[in-house]
């Protein structure tokens, strides 16, 4: 058994305890710290800056690894608004692959949905009179740099905001923004190492007397 965080991140809050100054800025950014006051946990994978939503955070490190290895292909599903009346052929491309920088994205899950109730963001997204907006929800399997930004992007539909929904069982469902809850997760037995036998593959015969 071991003990799960689950953080409702805001926007503009780093995923980790510390910043460590890479921006530039002069002025401290806001981190986990401002929000956690709970020893020796750590993020499971990690949440950009400028995006909100479900972020892990465990003391146990099989729980970390289960969560955040891309080899283990986790689904991860985000709410995403973007600037523009988004057509169905935008959502599958999505859903087949983008080819980026670094690669082609995994094929996803991608539709589009009514506007979630969700918390005001701080600060608001700009509003433009004459320019809609639309709201998806993408679910993938991988974690390259930015990538949901990246791939509505591709498709011409800049990503305006992000929320981070659900992470495989996980989500944000009563939480608000700023706010954690704890749960119990079971951790999965350990593998046995199987028994070594000789290079021949049968075991050693003993021997024998002549």
Same mark, same amino acid.
């Given at each position: 058994?071991?003990?799960? +965080? ?6 503009? +809050? ?25 020893? #020796? ?40 608004? =973007? ?38 963001? &701080?600060?608001? =997204? ?18 390259? #740099?930015?990538? =949901? ?5 591709? +498709? ?26 704890? &749960?119990? =997760?079971?951790?999965?037995?350990? +593998? ?19």
């Amino acid at each position: 058994m071991a003990e799960l +965080v689950l953080f409702n991140k805001p926007f503009q +809050v780093l995923s980790q305890f510390t910043d460590d100054g890479a921006s530039g800025s002069d002025s401290p950014r806001a981190t986990l710290a401002d929000y956690l006051r709970i020893p #020796n946990i750590y993020p499971a994978g990690r949440l950009d800056y400028d995006s909100e939503g479900l972020l892990l955070l465990t003391a146990e490190g099989s729980l970390q690894h289960r969560i955040a290895s891309p080899s283990l292909k986790m689904p991860k599903t985000y709410w995403v608004q =973007v600037e523009g009346d988004i057509p169905e052929e935008a959502l599958t491309h999505l859903a087949k692959g983008i080819q980026l920088k670094d690669g082609l994205t995994r094929p996803a899950k991608a539709a589009r949905i009514p506007a979630p109730a969700v918390w005001p963001r &701080v600060p608001p =997204v700009r509003h433009r009179d004459t320019i809609p907006t639309s709201w998806i929800e993408l679910t993938i399997t991988e974690g390259k #740099n930015r990538q =949901v930004r990246r791939m509505t992007a591709a +498709v011409g539909f800049p990503t305006l905001r992000l929320i981070r929904y659900r992470i495989g069982d996980w989500t944000l469902e009563g939480l608000e923004s700023g706010a954690y809850r704890a &749960v119990t =997760v079971n951790l999965p037995a350990p +593998v046995k190492s199987p028994r070594r036998r000789s290079a021949a593959g049968a075991r050693p015969r003993r021997n024998r007397k002549s």
